[in-house]
Each structure stands twice: as structure tokens, then as C-alpha cells.
T-cell receptor, first 110, second 114 residues
Framework: SQKIEQNSEALNIQEGKTATLTCNYT??????LQWYRQDPGRGPVFLLL?????KEKRKERLKVTFDTTLKQSLFHITASQPADSATYLC?????????FGKGTSLLVTP | ETGVTQTPRHLVMGMTNKKSLKCEQH?????MYWYKQSAKKPLELMFV???????ENNSVPSRFSPECPNSSHLFLHLHTLQPEDSALYLC?????????????FGQGTRLTVV
């Protein structure tokens, strides 16, 4: 069955540094991959979508890469801020709805 | 606000109760979804509706019963739940079911079954 794996351990970084989160997937070859942010007790919020033929996509301080050979996407937040602390979810649509990874919790400390 | 509203935000119910969760979207989307999110687990897809028709039931127990009276409203009827059904229930909508379509989520209903 399709599987999406994200770093299960929380990522703690210092304010101003670049955070890099990893998403690996197996048993599927999505044409698109999405990233969401989720704050505690709230629903996920869409951040970025990247197509399989795009090597990277940027939006302000966010950058996503998509390597279909490695079956991996990397999500970067540059110049991180405490307000970036949240759980980040990787997802793709397998034909009828989005499948999500467990998410990686990011904590940015001042 | 995401344009998707869920009520109630919190619900505590006994195992013999019957309750309903409500979701409303103001985005003109054609597809709506119910997801369950338990601690330490990824979001689990429960039901999918497209143009009011159920297109997917992800092997969900019959104690969960969805209803979609129109493209803007989605309900999840609950009866004789178990304590392990306690979770955050999330409603989402999207323009369609295409692979390049983003989903918009509501704030969720935190359900506790006692």
C-alpha cells in the first residue's frame, strides 16, 4: 500500500537558521506533492504544491523540492522564526483524496 | 478563516449517545471529505463526496454515518461509539478530486467518547 514517511522526531532549531524537513514515499508515483502546516488543535492549512517535473518551488521563505528518482520531497524554511513552530504535513492525492504523512513537528526557539 | 466551518468544536458523548458533526463550506467546492486524526497517527480518510455522491468509504465502521444533502454541507452522524473513536474529526473541501487540487480544512471537532 502507499506509504508516506516523515521524520517522526521533532525538529528543534534556533531562530534564523534554515529548517529542512523530509518526506519519503513508497508504492506510488504521484504527479503532484503538497505540503501543509498544522497548528495544535486546528485543521491543516495548504502551503505549497509541486509538480513532478518541477525541481523546486518557492514561496517567500519556503522552498520545496521534489525528486521522483529518490521518491523524496524536501521542505525548507529559511530565516526561521518562532512563529514557524508547527507540524508540517506532506501529502499527495492517490486518485480520489489526499493521503498524508504523520507530519514533522518543528520548534523554532529564540 | 479557511471558508470551511465545523460545529461543534468540542464534543463529549457517552457510548450510548447519538450526535452529529456538521461541516459547511462557502467556497463553491464540489468535493468534501471527512478525516479522523488520532494522536501519533496520520490523518485517516473516512469518506469522500463529490457532487453530493459518496465516492469513497474507507472501510469505516457503520457507527459512523455520513450525509451530504448538498454540495455545501456535510454531516457525520455518530452512534454507539467506542472510547477509541475519540479523536479530532476534520472536514475538508476541494474544487474537485484532481491530483493538483489543494484541500481546505475546517478547524475540526475534538470528540471525546466516555
Amino acid at each position: 500500500s502507499q506509504k508516506i514517511e516523515q521524520n517522526s522526531e521533532a525538529l528543534n532549531i534556533q531562530e534564523g537558521k534554515t529548517a529542512t524537513l523530509t518526506c519519503n514515499y513508497t508504492n506510488y508515483s504521484p504527479a503532484y506533492l503538497q505540503w501543509y502546516r498544522q497548528d495544535p488543535g486546528r485543521g491543516p492549512v495548504f502551503l505549497l504544491l509541486i509538480r513532478e517535473n518541477e525541481k523546486e518551488k518557492r514561496k517567500e521563505r519556503l522552498k520545496v523540492t521534489f525528486d521522483t528518482t529518490l521518491k523524496q520531497s524536501l521542505f525548507h524554511i529559511t530565516a526561521s522564526q518562532p512563529a514557524d513552530s508547527a507540524t508540517y504535513l506532506c501529502a499527495f492525492n492517490s486518485g480520489y483524496a489526499l493521503n498524508f504523512g504523520k507530519g514533522t513537528s518543528l520548534l523554532v526557539t529564540p | 478563516e479557511t471558508g470551511v466551518t465545523q460545529t461543534p468544536r468540542h464534543l463529549v458523548m457517552g457510548m450510548t449517545n447519538k450526535k452529529s458533526l456538521k461541516c459547511e463550506q462557502h467556497l463553491g467546492h464540489n468535493a468534501m471529505y471527512w478525516y479522523k486524526q488520532s494522536a501519533k497517527k496520520p490523518l485517516e480518510l473516512m469518506f469522500v463526496y463529490n457532487f453530493k455522491e459518496q465516492t469513497e468509504n474507507n472501510s469505516v465502521p457503520s457507527r459512523f454515518s455520513p450525509e451530504c444533502p448538498n454540495s455545501s454541507h456535510l454531516f457525520l452522524h455518530l452512534h454507539t461509539l467506542q472510547p477509541e473513536d475519540s479523536a479530532l474529526y476534520l472536514c475538508a473541501s476541494s474544487q474537485d478530486q484532481g491530483q493538483n487540487t489543494e484541500a481546505f480544512f475546517g478547524q475540526g471537532t475534538r470528540l471525546t467518547v466516555v
